[in-house]
């Protein structure tokens, strides 16, 4: 007598069912089994669900196969998927299967036994480097009194400290009592970039491959090949007390790594834009990684089972009001560390009053001199500007024409390089025209300056620096190394690019906020901001915020050496030199920068004194992404939690066209977020319904953003 399974699988987008599928089994299988299931004419991989299956009528398709040989996911796992498919509005299916590595979906039972058959082995991180027992430092004073409340209290902790106070070496500790405590604790360290994962890597080896082995530390992101993440993925999900992994180290991604003995989850730079996915299931890792902690523990009846540790100098707006004192109402604990470890300080920050240099200049006399200044010492340099390509627009001098790009309401960035317009919304590219297309005349110019103008500038304006020490037949000029998204492209570069940095083959260095971001760079004592106003004025609220988090990082790539710290400068070209924001990072003081935006958002009722979601819709045209959301809308009058839940009007996105199609967007709004979640899952059969209503037309797609980052 065969049995009536739930199996969670991944159903095609927009398809309206949202649960588990029903299959046949002759043999009892628990949940968290994974399965090969007949899906239509294919067969796919799917996860055995709790509850019972639907009993509908009729004949059901049986299970085509089971892939056992490992132990089911587990029931903690599977809330985990449950809890976020329901938060952000997802199918169950889409978010279980996004959270098993993909080579998974491609292993029929044969290939899987035979995968299996070989020695489970996690990928790469252990043996990134080459384990060198470094030194283990006596903990300072700040970061033995962190580690003092790790221990007794149960957080969630906001480890709040500045750019070289010590935090990496603290999760490194808190880590490393976990483990030697408990025999079959396990332990998740997240980064938001993979770029950054090397060096974490290698001091994560360093430290622990001697102690449990280099198979003991697994990597998990989006950069490694398909096989290396199923095998990190089966060492973490082994176990400890299995030989597996102990130490999972990844992206946003890992935050969904099934690993039985999970006791400790470290977010490094927890404000970072990245850990909250832009596609599909739109999740917050850093969220859901404090849902986690607390759910692991709960299920072991004890509220430090599983801790979890946020760290970042610039903590995203969410946490730190979450770390408030506990009798105004916060939830996590702060642990601060202001000192930088070696009585290093932070650099002074020099602002430039732009609206007292000549009009149209691109860097401060009094910076270039500063900049030089540093070549002929030996030392390094850093610009930031966060805009790559040459000109974000070409124009034509003589008539109205400008690089719009056909199939988006954006221009195509100049790139002089390869002499091609490209749009950096849809990739359209072309080579430069001869003359303007418009009226023929062949005078065009770019407009605004880009990472590859400012290079192009800056090796002018250093034409006649010579940097000391250059060696017999080398040319004795500055060298200018550009860091952006083009010049990385190629697998490999931004290695070479940093080694070169690290080498000292660099003088200055000139970037997007790729280069301002983690990056251990010794031997630079100046950082500058070239023209940051624009997040000023954003229409964004949380502009400044980001901005401020981005500038406080790259003073901190400055001076990280005690012995240079002293000199250490960040120099700022604004217009506004009086603006708060600036004040605030002349001072290095997150605290009043984040009360000030505080209580701005307080008064405005935006986040996180308010909750919102996104519905985003695309079509052909503007008028259907709109209308859809109007009737959506307005369909959703009488649904549970619409007295609290304020909905907007529908408005075009920012940028309202890419690649031919258009988007619009509606915001909801709600002081409560129980009321905000009852009301969208109840919005999600109105909006499946509205879609297919008479009179809307020509909707492509539509999503729902939780707790949006950019609205
Ligand atoms: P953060 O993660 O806050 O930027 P790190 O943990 O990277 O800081 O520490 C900055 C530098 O100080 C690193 O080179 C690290 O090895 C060193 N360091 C950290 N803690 C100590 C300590 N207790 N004693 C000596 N050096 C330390
Ligand atoms: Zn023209
Ligand atoms: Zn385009």
Same mark, same amino acid.
């Given at each position: 007598m065969a049995e009536r399974l739930p199996v969670v699988v991944q159903l *095609?987008? /927009? =398809?309206a069912l949202s649960g588990p599928l029903s299959y046949a089994s002759e043999r009892a299988l628990a949940p968290g089994t994974l399965v090969r299931v007949p899906l239509g004419k294919r067969e796919t991989l799917g996860v055995v669900w709790d509850g019972e299956a639907e009993p509908g009528p009729g004949e059901v398709r049986p299970v085509a196969a089971v892939l056992d040989g490992i132990a089911p996911l587990s029931a903690a796992w599977r809330q985990l998927v449950g809890f976020a498919a329901g938060y952000y509005q997802r199918a169950l299916g889409e978010v279980a299967l996004a959270a098993l590595p993909p080579q998974l979906r491609e292993l029929d039972a044969a290939q899987w036994q035979r995968r299996l058959g070989r020695k489970a082995r996690g990928a790469g991180a252990g043996d990134a480097a080459a384990p060198d027992p470094a030194p283990v430092p006596a903990p300072s004073a700040e970061q033995a009194a962190a580690l003092a409340r790790l221990r007794s209290e149960a957080g969630p902790f906001l480890l709040f400290g500045s750019t070289g106070s010590g935090k990496t070496e603290v999760y490194l500790r808190a880590v490393q009592e976990l483990l030697a405590a408990d025999p079959a604790a396990q332990a998740l360290v997240m980064v938001p970039e993979i770029n950054l994962t090397p060096q974490l890597q290698a001091r994560f080896a360093a430290r622990f491959a001697p102690l449990y082995g280099p198979q003991a530390l697994v990597a998990l992101h989006s950069g490694m090949t398909p096989a290396q993440r199923l095998a990190s993925w089966l060492a973490a999900h082994a176990g400890a007390a299995a030989g597996g992994a102990r130490i999972v180290l990844g992206t946003r991604m890992a935050v969904f790594a099934s690993m039985p003995g999970l006791r400790l989850i470290v977010v490094d730079e927890e404000h970072d834009p990245s850990y909250k996915q832009q596609e599909g299931a739109r999740y917050s890792a850093r969220d859901l990684a404090v849902y986690r902690a607390r759910q692991e523990s709960r299920r072991a009846g004890d509220p430090q089972h599983c801790r979890v540790l946020l760290g970042s100098a610039t903590p995203s707006l969410e946490s730190w009001h979450h770390s408030r004192p506990a009798a105004e109402g916060g939830r996590y604990q702060r642990l601060a560390m202001p000192s930088r470890i070696g009585a290093g300080r932070l650099p002074a920050v020099r602002l430039v009053?732009?609206?007292?240099? *000549?009009? /149209?200049?691109?860097?401060a006399p009094a910076l270039v001199a500063a900049i030089a200044e540093r070549i002929a010492r030996g030392e390094q340099s850093m610009l930031l500007l966060n805009r790559r390509g040459y000109a974000p627009v070409l124009g034509c001098a003589s008539c109205d024409?400008? =690089?719009?790009c056909p199939h988006c309401s954006a221009y195509r960035v100049f790139h002089k390089i390869d002499r091609s317009l490209r749009c950096h919304h849809c990739g359209f590219a072309e080579r430069v025209p001869q003359a303007c297309p418009e009226c023929g005349d062949v005078d065009l110019a770019p407009i605004g300056r880009g990472t590859e103008r400012l290079e192009e500038h800056l090796e002018h304006l250093l034409a006649h620096v010579e940097r000391p020490g250059?060696?017999?037949? &080398? =040319?004795?000029r500055a060298r200018v190394l550009r860091i952006d998204a083009d010049s990385t492209r190629r697998k490999g570069a931004l290695e070479e690019q940093l080694a070169r940095v690290h080498a000292g083959t660099v003088d200055v260095l000139v970037g997007t906020q790729m280069i301002a971001k983690g990056h251990d760079f010794r031997r630079i004592t100046l950082v500058a901001a070239?023209? *940051?106003?624009?997040?000023?004025?954003? =229409?964004?609220?949380r502009a400044p915020e980001r901005l401020f988090a981005l500038l406080m990082q790259a003073a901190g790539r400055a001076g990280r050496d005690a012995a240079q710290g002293a000199a250490s400068e960040m120099w700022i070209q604004t217009a506004h030199p009086q603006h708060p924001l600036f004040a605030a990072l002349r001072r290095h003081d997150f605290p009043a920068f984040a009360a000030a935006q505080l209580a701005e958002r307080q008064q405005a009722g935006m986040p996180p004194f308010s909750h919102q979601a996104l519905v985003r819709a695309e079509a052909r045209t503007q008028q259907a992404a709109q209308a859809f959301l109007a009737q959506a809308g307005a369909d959703? &009058?009488?649904? *549970?939690?619409a007295d609290l839940v304020s909905r907007y009007p529908p408005v075009p996105m920012a940028v309202q066209r890419v690649a031919n199609v258009e988007r619009a967007q509606m915001l909801v709004e709600s002081d409560s977020r129980a009321a905000l979640q009852q009301f969208l899952a109840a919005w999600q059969p109105v909006l499946h319904a509205t879609r297919r209503a008479a009179g809307i037309e020509g909707v492509l797609r539509w999503a729902v953003d939780v707790d949006p980052l950019a609205v």
């Amino acid at each position: 007598m065969a049995e009536r399974l739930p199996v969670v699988v991944q159903l *095609p987008a /927009h =398809s309206a069912l949202s649960g588990p599928l029903s299959y046949a089994s002759e043999r009892a299988l628990a949940p968290g089994t994974l399965v090969r299931v007949p899906l239509g004419k294919r067969e796919t991989l799917g996860v055995v669900w709790d509850g019972e299956a639907e009993p509908g009528p009729g004949e059901v398709r049986p299970v085509a196969a089971v892939l056992d040989g490992i132990a089911p996911l587990s029931a903690a796992w599977r809330q985990l998927v449950g809890f976020a498919a329901g938060y952000y509005q997802r199918a169950l299916g889409e978010v279980a299967l996004a959270a098993l590595p993909p080579q998974l979906r491609e292993l029929d039972a044969a290939q899987w036994q035979r995968r299996l058959g070989r020695k489970a082995r996690g990928a790469g991180a252990g043996d990134a480097a080459a384990p060198d027992p470094a030194p283990v430092p006596a903990p300072s004073a700040e970061q033995a009194a962190a580690l003092a409340r790790l221990r007794s209290e149960a957080g969630p902790f906001l480890l709040f400290g500045s750019t070289g106070s010590g935090k990496t070496e603290v999760y490194l500790r808190a880590v490393q009592e976990l483990l030697a405590a408990d025999p079959a604790a396990q332990a998740l360290v997240m980064v938001p970039e993979i770029n950054l994962t090397p060096q974490l890597q290698a001091r994560f080896a360093a430290r622990f491959a001697p102690l449990y082995g280099p198979q003991a530390l697994v990597a998990l992101h989006s950069g490694m090949t398909p096989a290396q993440r199923l095998a990190s993925w089966l060492a973490a999900h082994a176990g400890a007390a299995a030989g597996g992994a102990r130490i999972v180290l990844g992206t946003r991604m890992a935050v969904f790594a099934s690993m039985p003995g999970l006791r400790l989850i470290v977010v490094d730079e927890e404000h970072d834009p990245s850990y909250k996915q832009q596609e599909g299931a739109r999740y917050s890792a850093r969220d859901l990684a404090v849902y986690r902690a607390r759910q692991e523990s709960r299920r072991a009846g004890d509220p430090q089972h599983c801790r979890v540790l946020l760290g970042s100098a610039t903590p995203s707006l969410e946490s730190w009001h979450h770390s408030r004192p506990a009798a105004e109402g916060g939830r996590y604990q702060r642990l601060a560390m202001p000192s930088r470890i070696g009585a290093g300080r932070l650099p002074a920050v020099r602002l430039v009053d732009m609206g007292l240099v *000549p009009r /149209h200049t691109q860097i401060a006399p009094a910076l270039v001199a500063a900049i030089a200044e540093r070549i002929a010492r030996g030392e390094q340099s850093m610009l930031l500007l966060n805009r790559r390509g040459y000109a974000p627009v070409l124009g034509c001098a003589s008539c109205d024409w400008k =690089s719009l790009c056909p199939h988006c309401s954006a221009y195509r960035v100049f790139h002089k390089i390869d002499r091609s317009l490209r749009c950096h919304h849809c990739g359209f590219a072309e080579r430069v025209p001869q003359a303007c297309p418009e009226c023929g005349d062949v005078d065009l110019a770019p407009i605004g300056r880009g990472t590859e103008r400012l290079e192009e500038h800056l090796e002018h304006l250093l034409a006649h620096v010579e940097r000391p020490g250059a060696a017999d037949g &080398e =040319s004795p000029r500055a060298r200018v190394l550009r860091i952006d998204a083009d010049s990385t492209r190629r697998k490999g570069a931004l290695e070479e690019q940093l080694a070169r940095v690290h080498a000292g083959t660099v003088d200055v260095l000139v970037g997007t906020q790729m280069i301002a971001k983690g990056h251990d760079f010794r031997r630079i004592t100046l950082v500058a901001a070239v023209n *940051p106003d624009g997040a000023l004025f954003s =229409s964004d609220f949380r502009a400044p915020e980001r901005l401020f988090a981005l500038l406080m990082q790259a003073a901190g790539r400055a001076g990280r050496d005690a012995a240079q710290g002293a000199a250490s400068e960040m120099w700022i070209q604004t217009a506004h030199p009086q603006h708060p924001l600036f004040a605030a990072l002349r001072r290095h003081d997150f605290p009043a920068f984040a009360a000030a935006q505080l209580a701005e958002r307080q008064q405005a009722g935006m986040p996180p004194f308010s909750h919102q979601a996104l519905v985003r819709a695309e079509a052909r045209t503007q008028q259907a992404a709109q209308a859809f959301l109007a009737q959506a809308g307005a369909d959703a &009058e009488a649904l *549970p939690g619409a007295d609290l839940v304020s909905r907007y009007p529908p408005v075009p996105m920012a940028v309202q066209r890419v690649a031919n199609v258009e988007r619009a967007q509606m915001l909801v709004e709600s002081d409560s977020r129980a009321a905000l979640q009852q009301f969208l899952a109840a919005w999600q059969p109105v909006l499946h319904a509205t879609r297919r209503a008479a009179g809307i037309e020509g909707v492509l797609r539509w999503a729902v953003d939780v707790d949006p980052l950019a609205v």
